[in-house]
């Protein structure tokens, strides 16, 4: 049984006092204590009885806290945050800031299994799941330097592999009596696990969804992420029909611009032919290219040519410029320096 109480929502509190044989408004303390004030130590949550603080501890309950290992700024305000694990493990967070919105890329695994060619992260390979507190602690600490308004569950790992815990962050993150981020401001981003979108649309609680889906076509599309071999276009987008069926919410698409593979102008109206019918949105984002990978980022003219044959579909697009160039803070970069020093 996790025993962590930054990992557990509400109703779980509620689960763990109604066993303990105490009144359930005592897991609202809890909750708030550990959540919106930060609180590391069971003893130091004044609000419940001694006996109660005592209980939680002989039963090994604790409270989980990442160190903040480094923190990079860019010349352009991204900051990039390497958060340790209690087992030595690092994961990383970055820090957008648009206008008033402070957004924050969070981290969902220790590296990832999906293998998508154009990611650093990819290239780790899997080493765990994190848990809800691991998730929710990247927003307390990063929270610490800006309020944070926006959350994208886009970090290093694919959320839908690590189903519940990212469920269980969100309930966290969105709770009131907690960091009370409104659910519309967090956004799960999958590499496109259908099972996962098609169990997300039957969730009380409905966080945006994003879907990195950077090809037109089955062909280019397993060129790039393996995913894909297993889960056609046609098995995606039918995953996609249902869940906006079930939610009526938008989608946006997240399609990575990489030159000569997938960038040209038939590329753009295979990706409008595909997406006619669908309620979405579109982000175009500059690929940034690592070490290791020989691919390369597509030209700005046609990025603005891509970026208009959507628009004149009428489409709403929006390109993403690489921002955090200097510190690796750049979608699909993170992880990939630690590895080349691990090497
Ligand atoms: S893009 Fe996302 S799903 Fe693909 S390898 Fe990278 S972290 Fe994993």
């Known amino acids: 049984m996790e025993k962590d109480l930054k990992s557990k929502t509400v109703a779980a509190l509620d689960r763990l006092i109604v066993r303990l044989g105490q009144p359930k408004y005592q ?36 409270i989980s806290s990442l160190q903040v290992v480094e923190k990079l700024t860019d010349p352009d305000g ?19 800031f648009d206008d008033d919105r402070r957004t924050l890329c969070v981290s969902t695994q220790v590296g990832c299994e999906m293998g998508c060619v154009f990611c650093a992260t990819g290239r780790l390979g899997l080493a765990r799941n994190l848990t809800a507190g691991d998730i929710v602690d990247q927003v307390n600490l990063a929270g610490g330097d800006a309020r944070i308004s926006n959350v994208v569950f886009m970090g290093m790992g694919e959320p839908l592999a ?21 659910i519309r401001h967090l956004t799960i981003s999958t590499c496109g696990l259908v099972e996962g979108i098609e169990r997300l649309a039957d969730e009380g609680i409905q966080p945006r969804l994003a879907i990195s889906l ?67 949105n579109v982000n175009l984002i500059e690929y940034n290219p690592h070490e290791g990978c020989n ?3 597509s030209d700005r003219e046609a990025i603005e040519r891509f970026a208009g044959v959507l628009e004149d579909a009428g489409f709403e697009t929006t390109v993403r410029l690489k921002m955090g160039q200097t510190i690796n803070a750049a979608c699909g970069q993170l992880g990939a320096k630690r590895m080349e020093n691990s090497e």
């Open 27 to 62: 897991a609202g303390y809890i909750f708030s204590a550990v959540q919106a004030h930060s609180v590391t130590d069971i003893s130091a949550i004044t609000t419940l009885s001694k006996p109660l603080r005592a209980k939680l501890v002989e039963e090994g309950y604790y």
């Open 78 to 96: 991204t900051v990039k945050y390497v958060f340790g694990l209690p087992d030595g493990s690092k994961i990383e967070s970055v820090l957008l």
């Open 162 to 182: 690590n189903y519940e815990a990212t469920l269980d962050a969100v309930r966290i993150l969105n709770h009131s009596a907690g960091r009370h981020i409104g």
């Open 214 to 280: 950077n090809a037109p076509t089955d062909a280019i599309r397993q060129k790039l992420m393996p995913i894909a071999k297993k889960y056609s276009l046609g098995r995606l987008f039918a995953a996609v029909e249902l869940y906006q069926h079930k939610t009526r919410n938008r989608v946006t698409f997240e399609y990575c611009l990489i030159k000569g593979v997938n960038d040209t102008g038939l590329h753009a109206r295979m990706l409008v032919k595909r997406l006619r019918g669908v309620m979405c």
């Open 295 to 297: 691919l390369k980022p």
